[in-house]
């Protein structure tokens, strides 16, 4: 997952969670906070609660990609990213294209929310409406919001719940039953 500035949609932070699919266990984390060389505005100061001291004199995008691929070498980690929302600007793949460096991942990721609404969409007329993550994991799937790593619109926390998510959906579509409220 990433956090950017905005609105210049710099990458201010990326985290990842490199998990063992079949169980959901935790394999390892990955959190870096990206110094974007600008300002980060109030308005993201106030939701990611990352600020520019933090950021300030910190690693550049380019050296934040590269740490990424040797975390992801070093795992042997699947090469097909799991995100939450795959539209114009994939996380991996804006990681990447930003910092100018080739990407170790497929073209293929895997968009957790899209496979969320299309099973809601066919579930339940409720829930055929717009859906953060947050609400997606306390309102709807009534697994709530997991702080273990923070909260949300940290990377690190988002990139935890998304996987939490798609752990759900992955036991819903293997036992064949429908999502319910509650």
Known sequence: DLEMNQPSRKIIQIGAVCFQPDNGKVVETFNKYIDPKEVITDEIVQLTGITNEQVSGGIDIKAAAMDFTAWKWQLQANPIGIVWGAGESNDVRKIYEESGT???FNVRII???????????????EMRQKCGLA???????KIGWDNKYGNQHDALADAWNTMRVYMFLSK??????DIKMG
Not at 111 to 125: E, G, H, R
Not at 135 to 141: A, E, F, P, T
Not at 172 to 177: I, W
């Open 111 to 125: 968009d957790v929310k899209a496979t969320f609404q299309m099973l809601a969409n066919a579930s339940n007329a």
């Open 135 to 141: 609400r997606c994991c306390n309102d709807i799937l």
């Open 102 to 104: 080739e990407s170790p």
């Open 172 to 177: 819903c579509l293997k036992g064949g039953f």
